[in-house]
């Protein structure tokens, strides 16, 4: 193992976890929260659908700004930019000037921002668990788990909010948990060169932008292996996102719960 970096500190990968953990559960929230309200003030499935896949928009262009932008700036400002639009749906909602289009717009953001984030802080694992001295596969363990754990346990403390404080009070919630998250991501990657942007010799422009995408696309159409993970979780994901952000929340609503016991 390199020690480049002299002592061993743990806090930096503890600090992004808990980052990582608080973000997740953010999202396990906006997946929730969103769908039940849509459900609640229009009563319209397909109106629920349509805001769902809003968050499946704009995520599969936003890879090159990563380097270009760094991974600290890019995983505070999806964060922020997450807890933003979020928080815009209720606020619009209680001054009673939310119409539909106004629910789809910060969907989108929030699935423009979210990708990017989830990223910046994925990458880097490597340079964190080797400050830490510890194997990458145990830290890669420890990220992943975490963020099962915090999937897992969103979703159930979000049906549980949404019954006791209702939708829009539980976007507001949900607002905050980013708020949290990216004061906490900041303060963990500080003074890491690795979270930092990329100098790079060609100024940045829409073509070279263009040029980056496009050659991560063909990198991966070339890996037989990472195209077919691409496409299964690209498929699994739609469908499950389908199943609990429309499907169960239009059962819950209109099959009564004896019938369901």
Known sequence: MSEDFGTVDRRPLATVLAA?????AGNCLTYMGVPWFV????????KAGIVAFCTLLAALVTGPVIDRMGRRRV???????????????PLLHFAGILQFWMLCVPMALTGLFRAPGATARGVLLPTLAERAGMPLTRAAGLYDGAARCAA???SALGGVLI???GAANVLLVDAATFAVAAPLFAFGVRGLPEAQAQRRAEPTSLRAYRRELA?????VAATPLLLGLCLMTLVTRGLDQGWSA???????LTVPSSSVC
């Open 75 to 89: 995983g505070v400002a999806s964060d922020l930019a997450c807890g933003v639009a979020v928080a815009t749906i």
């Open 163 to 165: 019954a006791v404080l």
């Open 152 to 154: 897992l346990t969103a």
């Open 215 to 219: 050659d991560g696309y063909r990198f």
């Open 20 to 24: 990582n953990l608080v973000s997740i």
């Open 246 to 252: 429309v499907l169960l929340p239009v059962r819950s």
């Open 39 to 46: 459900l609640q003030s229009t009563g319209s499935a397909a």
